[in-house]
Nanobody, 126 residues
Framework: QVQLVESGGGLVQPGGSLRLSCAASGLALNGYANAWFRQAPGKAREKVSCISSHDGSTYYGDSVKGRFTISRDTAKNTVSLQMNNLKPEDTAVYYC???????????????????WGQGTQVTVSS
C-alpha cells in the first residue's frame, strides 16, 4: 500500500523559512516523478515544484523560483521542499505527489498524479 506523509508545515513570519518533507512507503520515490502542489482557500491547486525520475531535472513555478528548492533523498526515500523568503501569498496546504511519468515532470498537472499525501498547512503571517 502506497503512503505519502508530509511534515514540516507551520506558522512562519514573512521572510522566514520552512522545510517540508514527504516520506514514502510502498514505493521508491526515485522511480517516480515527485511533485509539490499547494492549494490556498478558494483557489485552484497549483504545481509548486517537481523533480523528474529519469534525469533528476527540476521545475519551479514562477511564483517560487529562486526561493524554493526541491530535493530527493534516495536512501531515506523522502522528497523535501526548502522554502526560503516566505511570503503571505505562499500560505496554503502543501501536498506531495508521486507518479510514473514518461516525460519531464514539468509537463504534467495534478490530475495526472495518482499518489498523494494528506497535506500540511503552511501559514505565512506576521
Amino acid at each position: 500500500q502506497v503512503q505519502l506523509v508530509e511534515s514540516g508545515g507551520g506558522l512562519v513570519q514573512p521572510g522566514g523559512s520552512l522545510r517540508l518533507s514527504c516520506a514514502a512507503s510502498g514505493l521508491a520515490l526515485n522511480g517516480y516523478a515527485n511533485a509539490w502542489f499547494r492549494q490556498a482557500p478558494g483557489k485552484a491547486r497549483e504545481k509548486v515544484s517537481c523533480i523528474s525520475s529519469h534525469d533528476g531535472s527540476t521545475y519551479y513555478g514562477d511564483s517560487v523560483k529562486g526561493r524554493f528548492t526541491i530535493s530527493r533523498d534516495t536512501a531515506k526515500n523522502t522528497v523535501s521542499l526548502q522554502m526560503n523568503n516566505l511570503k503571505p501569498e505562499d500560505t496554503a496546504v502543501y501536498y506531495c505527489a508521486a507518479e510514473r511519468l514518461a516525460l519531464s515532470c514539468r509537463y504534467y498537472e495534478d490530475y495526472e498524479y495518482n499518489n498523494w499525501g494528506q497535506g500540511t498547512q503552511v501559514t505565512v503571517s506576521s
